[in-house]
């Protein structure tokens, strides 16, 4: 049976007729990290070959990573126009774009990353993926475990960050950095290493797993030890390859697009995150430290801001910020995640 590339929007998608019961299709997949680390390999991996094989063959994923087909910040529109039909998305890399998935960058609200996976999946399709992600098709979504600030030198408090560069995880770290008068160096997560090593910055905000993919132990060996955020990915399909599908493969792709596969995704990568920081304590080389129940509350005060400056931005799309806000404090909650 011939199989059939869908790619490139509605040019190709005329070519691959919604009726047909049988189809063979090759979708290609981008995303912009090296294969070999722990979000390729537990979770954007294991997720096409569920697909390939819970379609019998019919669905080929072809996989292209470590920015192979565009730049990290490129991968929604790349979806969106048929570029690829499927690409591994972070929002916050386009500041502005996502305003109500941007809760999701909130510090301070994440403590259970699998959990809050499924939470993040259902309170977002509920409240946000119609408003903000209509042009495509949304299949999961996947935190790391929480991540933490991890700096030259010891920082316990919120005063700590002042007058240091530091390259943040996403557009609220990086406005949450400038609150406490850090300066945020914005760059992608492949290109951080360089940054450290040249001066560029002097502290990351990053997922423990990161400390190993990305060799950071020796440009930054001090941990603050505490849930400091979430970045959430996003695996978006191209609308047009997704409505080419038979009935069959379209059955195939929703069966993987769902909050147990949001958190079996985001199972995979905490595995390896609380792995690596296992590692990272054994390491006399590296320094970990806990901030008092005062210094956690002084990290609330001054996150206080990133919340009313997130409800303006809601608001200012028409959104109910507050009524948003609490359905999304109130899934985490629901499924025990909330710090």
Same mark, same amino acid.
């Given at each position: 049976?011939?199989?059939?590339?869908?790619?490139?929007?509605a040019?190709?998608?005329?070519?691959?007729?919604?009726?047909?019961?049988?189809?063979?299709?090759?979708?290609?997949?981008?995303h912009w990290i090296?294969?070999?680390?722990?979000?390729?390999?537990?979770?954007?991996?294991?997720?096409?070959?569920?697909?390939?094989?819970?379609s019998?063959?019919?669905?080929?994923?072809?996989?292209?990573?470590?920015?192979?087909?565009?730049?990290?910040?490129?991968?929604?529109?790349?979806?969106?126009?048929?570029?690829?039909?499927?690409?591994?998305?972070n929002?916050?890399?386009?500041?502005?774009?996502?305003?109500?998935?941007a809760?999701?960058?909130?510090?301070?609200m994440?403590?259970?990353?699998?959990?809050?996976?499924?939470?993040?999946?259902?309170?977002?399709?509920?409240?946000?993926?119609?408003?903000?992600?209509?042009? #495509?098709? +949304?299949?999961?979504?996947?935190?790391h475990?929480?991540?933490?600030?991890? $700096?030259? *030198?010891? %920082? =316990?408090? &919120?005063?700590?960050?002042s007058g240091?560069?530091?390259?943040?995880?996403?557009?609220?770290?990086?406005?949450?950095?400038?609150?406490?008068?850090?300066?945020? #160096?914005? +760059?992608?997560a492949?290109?951080?290493r360089?940054?450290?090593?040249?001066? $560029?910055? *002097?502290? %990351? =905000?990053? &997922?423990?797993?990161?400390?190993?993919?990305?060799n950071?132990?020796?440009?930054?060996?001090?941990?603050l030890?505490?849930?400091?955020?979430?970045?959430?990915q #996003?695996? +978006?399909?191209?609308?047009?390859?997704?409505?080419?599908?038979?009935?069959?493969?379209k059955?195939?792709?929703?069966?993987?697009?769902?909050?147990?596969?949001?958190?079996?995704?985001?199972?995979?990568?905490?595995?390896?995150d609380?792995a690596?920081?296992?590692?990272?304590?054994?390491d006399?080389?590296?320094t970990?430290?806990?901030?008092s129940?005062?210094?956690?509350?002084?990290w609330?005060?001054?996150?206080?801001?990133?919340?009313?400056e997130?409800?303006?931005?809601?608001?200012?799309?028409?959104?109910?910020?507050?009524?948003?806000?609490?359905?999304?404090?109130?899934?985490?909650?629901?499924?025990?995640?909330?710090?």
């Amino acid at each position: 049976m011939k199989r059939t590339t869908v790619a490139l929007g509605a040019i190709l998608t005329a070519m691959v007729p919604a009726t047909l019961t049988a189809q063979e299709v090759t979708l290609r997949l981008s995303h912009w990290i090296p294969p070999t680390i722990s979000p390729a390999t537990k979770g954007v991996d294991p997720w096409a070959a569920s697909v390939m094989e819970a379609s019998e063959g019919r669905i080929e994923i072809q996989i292209f990573p470590a920015q192979q087909l565009g730049r990290a910040p490129d991968h929604y529109d790349m979806a969106k126009d048929g570029i690829v039909d499927l690409s591994w998305v972070n929002p916050g890399y386009t500041a502005g774009r996502f305003p109500i998935y941007a809760a999701t960058e909130l510090p301070f609200m994440v403590e259970d990353s699998i959990e809050g996976a499924k939470a993040i999946h259902e309170w977002y399709m509920e409240y946000g993926a119609e408003q903000e992600m209509s042009d #495509v098709k +949304v299949c999961f979504i996947h935190p790391h475990a929480p991540g933490a600030l991890h $700096t030259q *030198e010891t %920082v =316990t408090g &919120p005063d700590g960050v002042s007058g240091k560069n530091v390259r943040p995880a996403h557009a609220t770290m990086a406005r949450f950095v400038s609150l406490l008068g850090g300066g945020p #160096v914005q +760059v992608p997560a492949p290109e951080v290493r360089e940054a450290l090593s040249k001066g $560029t910055a *002097e502290a %990351v =905000t990053f &997922p423990w797993g990161s400390m190993y993919d990305f060799n950071l132990t020796e440009e930054v060996p001090v941990h603050l030890d505490m849930p400091f955020y979430i970045s959430a990915q #996003v695996m +978006v399909m191209n609308k047009a390859s997704y409505d080419g599908l038979s009935d069959e493969n379209k059955a195939v792709i929703d069966d993987h697009c769902t909050p147990e596969w949001s958190g079996r995704v985001a199972a995979g990568w905490h595995e390896d995150d609380m792995a690596a920081k296992d590692k990272l304590l054994a390491d006399d080389s590296q320094t970990f430290n806990t901030p008092s129940e005062d210094e956690v509350a002084a990290w609330r005060e001054a996150a206080a801001p990133l919340t009313e400056e997130w409800k303006e931005a809601v608001s200012a799309k028409g959104g109910d910020a507050d009524a948003i806000l609490d359905a999304y404090k109130a899934k985490l909650e629901e499924y025990g995640a909330a710090y």
